[in-house]
């Protein structure tokens, strides 16, 4: 059958924390405990081919010691061992592949990870651009405001004061007239 692949929890390890992409870190420690296990299975599988290559040195040589019936039994057991060896070197083969191609994915996440972060630190600096931009013009503008308030402010107290003025000599004039208009009326009646 197959060979599970383990999957422990577990640190990271080399790797820096991101604490923006969350399931991504979390993704990134699953391959490197995956790649653990390999490395681990991968161990245990070379330590096996060792001991199943040292029995069959073992068996060997005691070939040529014993009997014909040992000779056999001992034909059957090399047999039988070569072909476990192949088993486990084929085993072997496909735990390296399983562990390049997760590396390779591990290294692809990372890559990922580092585009994401840069492309964030971009959009922050765009932003904070935005804002302080934001502010200047607000800033400006209430300059502008303030400015144009007291310029129509000047410009309201000027017209009130012309207004005062006509309205002055508007009264002042009606004012000429009357007393002509009185002392018209006495120099008549002096007359008369």
Do not use: H, W, Y
Not at 124 to 138: D, F, G, L, P
Not at 160 to 168: H, V
């Amino acid at each position: 059958g197959g060979t599970a692949v383990p999957s422990n929890a577990g640190g990271s390890g080399r790797f820096r924390r991101l604490p923006f992409v969350g399931p991504r870190v979390s993704r990134r420690r699953e391959l490197q405990d995956a790649v653990r296990g390999l490395e681990s299975q991968l161990r245990k599988s070379c330590d096996e081919v060792r001991v199943l290559r040292s029995q069959l040195r073992s068996a060997a040589s005691s070939d040529r010691s014993v009997g014909a019936k040992l000779v056999r039994e001992s034909a059957v057991i090399r047999q039988q061992l070569e072909e476990e060896v192949g088993v486990l070197r084929d085993m072997v083969d496909k735990l390296e592949a399983a562990r390049s191609e997760l590396e390779e994915q591990l290294k692809r996440e990372t890559e990922r990870a580092d585009a994401a972060e840069t492309a964030l630190k971009a959009e922050q600096a765009k932003v904070a651009k935005v804002e302080s931009r934001a502010r200047e013009e607000m800033e400006q503008l209430r300059t502008t405001l303030m400015a144009k308030s007291r310029e129509e402010l000047e410009a309201a107290e000027e017209a009130a004061e012309k207004r005062l003025e006509m309205e002055i000599k508007r009264l002042g004039a009606e004012a000429d007239v009357r007393v002509a208009e009185e002392i018209s009326k006495g120099n008549e009646a002096l007359e008369d």
